[in-house]
């Protein structure tokens, strides 16, 4: 059976699909606050600690918690739908009690646990609308559009949050801006629960069996790996930056990874592309090993910009590519989680990026840095080459099939939020 035309698989035909558009403002609204909070927390910590090392020790702790249980929170979610809203309120409220704590000079270990126990419950909202979308979506095609289409919005949000954050933060002060982040994340969950009814959660065809976590599919290993590695060379290459030309240069340039992946996105989910899905994330995490190494070439400003424009573009479409292959390695069922699983590989390699770099800036010197960050891209390419294109192959031969829309699929939909 043929699937849609691209006619089908525009953004605008993404966005007439049934649920589509209050999902996807729902859902931008819910994810506005993760973007926003992460330096007023910060900020307000410092405020309450007088210690930067503290209040960043327990935001990186914080932060630490988010991405490892961030897979076990979508499998509750997945499988419990309620949950959602259980760790909205959750969340909100925890935000409230850190910011009156702040604000008042509440004892500092209450505080700082406060902190930390907020991170472990931010409802996985980026994760759920992409199983979302591959429900909604008829076809391969117009489910590569309404990912591009969801990924360059939510680095749009994570992009223009931290600049909002710290405007907020300067105008009134670091707890109030985590007061109305937690008003927040009412009114968006609020909006995405009322969004949610009558949209499934779990599919309405049959239970395949296999209850087992995502990590022991064939195939998904390996493309975490891919994913953990270019993250920590945009951490490894962001410092190496730092240290040649200082910071302005390093936030100037580092829009200009933001601007790429949009851009990268946006083109990506405009047009069908040749080749396997499955040797994507191998040539993208190869594309942006190649941009890594330009400034090796070319020790110049403008060309570390390039490197992070083009490596943006590759990193985004990257995760685009996996976000979509997780319809091809995971059972229905456990998406969610496995999609959180690649968030939680991006963030850990983020960190790991970081410690790397640091160590090597101090041993060596920024030409050693951008060098690396292009050797350990390119190494776990070849290393995962083999297993993302031989062992997910199978999965090929069965593309997506066009889903009902309608009142008929609706009727056939049984969990609700």
């Known amino acids: 059976m043929s699937g849609p035309s691209r006619g089908d698989a525009t953004f605008r035909a993404v966005l007439a699909l049934p649920h589509a558009r209050r999902l996807f403002t729902a859902a931008m609204l819910a994810r506005a606050c993760y973007g926003l909070l992460p330096l007023p927390l910060l900020l307000a910590l410092q405020q309450a600690t007088h210690s930067y090392t503290s209040a960043g020790a327990t935001a990186a702790v914080s932060g630490l918690a988010t991405a490892l249980l961030g897979p076990y929170r979508a499998r509750l979610v997945e499988r419990h739908p309620r949950t959602l809203t259980a760790f909205a309120l959750c969340y909100a409220a925890l935000l409230t009690a850190v910011g009156v704590s702040c604000a008042v000079g509440g004892p500092v270990p209450l505080t700082l646990g ?9 409802p996985p909202v980026g994760p759920l609308m992409r199983t979302l979308w591959g429900r909604l979506a008829r076809g391969e095609a117009q489910q590569q559009a309404a990912l591009s289409l969801d990924t360059a919005a939510e680095s749009t949000v994570f992009a223009l949050g931290p600049v909002l954050g710290a405007l ?3 105008a009134v002060t670091p707890p109030v801006v985590l007061l109305l982040g937690a008003v927040l994340v009412l009114a968006g969950f609020g909006l995405l629960a009322r969004a949610l009814r009558g949209t499934p959660l779990r599919s309405s065809g049959p239970s395949t ?8 599919r064939p195939g998904f290993l390996p493309l975490l790996l891919v994913v953990l590695a270019t993250a920590s060379g945009l951490s490894l290459f962001e410092l190496g930056v730092l240290a040649a030309w200082g910071t302005v240069a390093t936030g100037v340039l580092g829009t200009l990874f933001s601007v790429g992946g949009v851009l990268g996105g946006l083109v990506y989910g ?6 396997p899905l499955t040797h994507r994330p191998v040539l993208l995490a190869a594309g942006a090993s190649a941009a890594y190494a330009l400034p090796v070439l070319l020790h110049t400003t403008p060309t570390a910009g390039l490197a992070l424009l083009l490596a943006g573009a590759c990193t985004d479409v990257l995760l685009i590519t996996s976000y979509q292959l997780v319809d091809r390695l995971v059972p229905d069922g456990s998406r969610t989680e496995a999609g959180a699983w690649i968030n939680t590989a991006f963030n850990l390699g983020a960190a790991a990026g970081s410690a790397l770099g640091g160590t090597l800036l101090d041993r060596t010197g920024p030409t050693t840095v951008f060098a690396t960050t292009a050797a350990v891209i390119a190494l776990c390419a070849l290393l995962c080459a083999r297993a993302l294109t031989r062992r997910a192959v199978p999965a090929e031969a069965t593309p997506t099939e066009p889903r009902p829309t309608g009142t008929d699929e609706e009727a056939r939909r049984g969990a609700e939020v």
């Open 114 to 122: 406060l902190a930390v126990l907020a991170g472990t419950c931010p």
């Open 168 to 170: 907020l933060a300067a």
């Open 209 to 216: 069996g296999d209850s087992t976590t995502p990590l022991r």
């Open 270 to 275: 405009r047009r069908r592309w040749p080749g």
